[in-house]
């Protein structure tokens, strides 16, 4: 067994241990046929009906599910992409929620305020997106580099300024959408068609361009780690910050950097949100993919392909998740076996830091009494 595969297999066991668990779960509130229904609704609602696209040949059963879980799973490679650059550095960004609301009100912005061809628009809001959101991380980052304040506190912080600057004054107020024909709408204006990322499977699907852009960024993230003398230095950074500095590596300078593009990158998942579903920035981000993208990063060993597979398996469960409330059965299903696996993740870890911490101990030099 490869090295990555090894260390692999406690993540595929934590989310094997919590999909069992949750099933239990449904078996011992309803039954096991409703148990067994519902997660087979689950998978349909994320890959498609395939039974009756056998029988029928409509292509609509495979498609919509497609673009649902395409929709999520880009958000979730995006905003667990942040979280993982971060944690290759050192730092522990917990701020890839704002750093998401702020790229998708920018995103919002120039996609309604200019006027371009989608050659140039849809790359100009994903640009500003990513810069706004890098620019909103960099303050967590100066306040760790220069004052020695730590970013969880201030990532966690800055979520919620986030949140209230955009959410209750920018939405609401400056920016909000002038109402039309006695109709009130939320959140901003609509951004014209020329920034809005084309359907790729027309209109039978929401399957679209932001799927794409996000595999393209998590095939460069992992270049960038391990592929460039950039990338490894931020990782050699991130392991042992003395030994670093000792080798001549700016610690600093590759802790902002990163922290820029973990900030980038959340950015990109609020652009990819509003230019490929929303196509305005809404009165509120309900679901909150920037807190997901630590539980992504984690379960994929904060590595950019194994962040990438976690993000598409875990998109296609909350694709699903809707399916389940067919049987009654709750939608928020797959966020909870999402969060057991998490979990599992966690707490292997934290064994596996008890029993490295107890092996070190150094043995003891009592001297026997005769």
């Not at 599910?65 to 490679?77: C, F, H, S, V, Y």
């Not at 790359?123 to 997106?129: D, E, G, N, R, T």
């Not at 020695?148 to 920018?170: C, F, K, R």
């Not at 852009?213 to 095939?219: G, I, K």
Request: aromatic share 6%.
């Amino acid at each position: 067994m490869g090295d990555r595969l090894r260390a692999a297999v406690p993540s595929i066991l934590s989310v094997a241990l919590a999909l069992a668990v949750c099933w239990v779960a449904i078996a011992l509130t309803r039954d096991m046929k409703v148990a067994g229904e519902a997660y087979l609704q689950m998978l349909y609602g994320g890959i498609g009906q395939w039974p009756r696209f056998l029988e029928t040949g409509d292509a609509a059963l495979l498609a919509r599910p497609l673009g649902e879980a395409a929709g999520k799973a880009a958000l979730l490679i995006l905003t667990g992409l942040s979280v993982a650059v971060a944690f290759k550095a050192g730092l522990f960004n917990i701020g890839a929620q704002g750093q998401m609301v702020v790229g998708a009100v920018a995103a919002a912005v120039v996609g309604a305020q200019l006027t371009a061809p989608s050659v140039v628009h849809i790359p100009l809001a994903i640009l500003a997106a990513a810069v706004t959101g890098a620019a909103w991380a960099l303050i967590a980052a100066a306040l760790k580099l220069w004052r020695g304040v730590h970013e969880v506190i201030s990532t966690i912080m800055l979520n919620w300024v986030a949140v209230s600057l955009v959410d209750n004054w920018l939405a609401v107020g400056p920016l909000r959408a002038v109402a039309t024909g006695g109709h009130s709408v939320a959140g901003t204006a609509e951004i014209h068609p020329s920034a809005q990322f084309p359907r790729l499977l027309g209109d039978i699907s929401r399957l679209n361009l932001g799927f794409v852009v996000a595999l393209a960024v998590a095939l460069l993230v992992w270049v960038w780690l391990t592929r460039t003398r950039q990338g490894f230095e931020t990782q050699a950074a991130g392991l042992g910050p003395e030994a670093a500095r000792a080798a001549g590596i700016s610690v600093k300078q590759r802790a902002a950097e990163a922290m820029a593009l973990s900030g980038a990158l959340a950015g990109m998942a609020g652009a990819v949100l509003v230019l490929g579903t929303e196509y305005r920035y809404p009165g509120a981000l309900a679901a909150p993919y920037g807190f997901d993208g630590i539980a992504i990063a984690l379960i994929g060993n904060n590595n950019p392909l194994g962040a990438t597979v976690t993000a598409l398996f875990f998109g296609i469960l909350r694709a699903g998740g809707t399916r389940m409330q067919l049987l009654g059965v709750h939608k928020s299903f797959p966020e909870l076996i999402q969060g057991l696996a998490l979990l599992f993740v966690a707490g292997r870890l934290v064994w596996l830091a008890l029993l490295k911490r107890r092996r070190a101990q150094p043995a003891s030099t009592e001297v026997p009494r005769a």
